[in-house]
């Protein structure tokens, strides 16, 4: 049995949990001087990288002293929030001797990899680069976890909270429909609302039947009318023609995290790009490409409740079609850095969050899905080429999919052990016998 952290991350098809779900192992690649464990799950309500810190600090450990090894980093740096005090208490005990803490403040965003290398190292990714550029990898809980346990991904830890009577995080099979989720966990969805993922970077749906998948943190339920849910369902038309009422007030920028490391990220420009013809847009829409899509200018920054988040986002998608493409370029910080990073707990207010952060708990359950349906493309890359037939019978944690050799994806196991009922482009569907 192989031990290095970059097999066993291609072998069992570890990706980034934390949201990103870029394959591990090309990570796993590269040489770095320091290892940062992403643990600042910045995201308000949700709680599962606490939970594997709490409840799996033995696997998660294994797994960063072998991911540490693997990249020859002479350190571990674990980046979690200082108001976590009692975990750190507890971690600070069990960490080895080139481990250290880094206790964050409590702001948003504060686990996108440029704020948290920055913070954690005061070494500056260039805007367009990696964390490679300064010598660092980062890797999130979960994923180190994945590493230490050394299994085929079949389960995701996720957070169910919102309009709940308790949160709660548990460990789901990958391929489960969230409906299935919440019957089993007896919680009623009547009149409610969902954001799969974080409420800042999360995506509504009212659709439950789609699975969870290897990036997924969890669910957030809210009553349908809930402001939140209003603000995350505005169409590409209602977008633009908010646009139009921008005052030009800056906020938007000036508190625009990316913009605060000196990217130079500006959304009340690409703001009034909306009513411009495609040549002029392009400049006024050019810092889009650095933008990290945490959408806090849209929920927390604009006093005009416009979508400022939104504009930055269809302006880099028009960006890339049009082949513009980010440039590295080392930055210098903004002096104000420190001033304007945001509080998650004013956040919370202005989301309108405040009833629904509760206490939480791990919760211990078993699943028994009857059916999963396993996403091909549930990462960064090219989607996984299946290698099963319909009504082939599949055992639980055999590989069903694989991207090709030498292109960036990873493997997709079976959650369950079953009878394969369909295989399209973008799933595999499998069926308890
Ligand atoms: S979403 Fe808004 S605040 Fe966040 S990085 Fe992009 S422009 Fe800045
Ligand atoms: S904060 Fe809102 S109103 Fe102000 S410039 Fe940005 S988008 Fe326009």
Redesign the pocket.
């Known amino acids: 049995m192989s031990f290095d952290a970059k097999e066993i991350a291609k072998k069992n098809g570890i990706v980034g949990a934390g949201g990103a779900a870029f394959p591990a192992h090309i990570k796993l690649s590269s040489r770095a001087d320091i290892l940062i464990v992403n643990a600042a799950e910045c995201e308000p309500l949700l709680y599962k990288d606490e939970t594997i810190l709490s409840h799996f600090f033995d696997e998660f450990l294994n797994g960063a002293l072998l991911a540490k090894e693997c990249v020859s980093a002479k350190k571990c740096i674990i980046g979690i929030k200082r108001k976590h005090e009692k975990l750190i208490e507890d971690l600070k005990s069990k960490i080895p001797k080139d481990f250290s803490i880094f206790q964050l403040e409590d702001t948003y965003p504060s686990g996108d990899e440029f704020l948290l290398v920055y913070d954690v190292t005061q070494k500056l990714i260039p805007k367009g680069g990696i964390p490679l550029d300064v010598g660092v990898i980062v890797h999130n809980v979960e994923t180190l976890y994945n590493i230490g346990i050394n299994k085929p991904v079949i389960e995701k830890f996720i957070t169910v909270s919102g309009d709940v009577k308790e949160a709660v995080s548990l460990k789901v099979p990958i391929g489960m429909k969230w409906c299935d989720i919440l019957s089993e966990l007896n919680i009623k969805t009547d009149h409610k609302s969902f954001i799969i993922g974080g409420p800042m970077m999360g995506s509504v749906s009212n659709d439950l039947s789609i699975p969870v998948t290897k990036g997924d943190s969890g669910i957030v339920i809210l009553p349908e009318d809930h402001p939140l849910i209003r603000k995350k369902s505005r169409t590409k038309q209602n977008i633009e023609k908010i646009?139009y009422?921008?005052?030009?007030?800056?906020?938007?920028?000036?508190l625009c995290p990316r913009d605060l490391l000196g990217h130079g990220v500006k959304?009340?420009r690409a703001?009034i790009s909306v009513s411009m013809n495609l040549k002029q847009k392009t400049s006024y829409q050019a810092s889009s490409l650095y933008c990290c899509e945490c959408s806090l200018?849209?929920l927390y920054?604009?006093?005009?409740?416009?979508?400022?988040a939104n504009?930055m986002i269809l302006s880099k998608r028009a960006l890339y079609k049009e082949g513009v493409r980010p440039e590295k370029k080392f930055c210098e910080i903004n002096p104000m850095y420190h001033y304007r990073r945001t509080p998650t707990k004013l956040l919370i207010n202005r989301l309108g969050l405040s009833e629904f952060v509760k206490p939480h708990k791990f919760l211990e359950k078993e699943f028994t899905p009857k059916e999963v349906i396993l996403k091909l493309n549930q990462h960064r890359g090219e989607p996984a080429k299946p290698l099963v037939k319909k009504e082939q019978f599949v055992q639980k944690g055999e590989v069903v999919a694989e991207t090709e050799e030498g292109k960036m994806g990873s493997r997709i196991f079976s959650s369950i052990s079953g009878i394969v009922r369909a295989i399209d482009k973008q799933k595999i569907v499998v069926e308890t016998k």
């Open positions: 646009a009422t921008c005052d030009q007030c800056f906020r938007c920028s000036d959304p009340h703001m200018c849209t920054s604009c006093p005009e409740d416009l979508d400022p504009v």
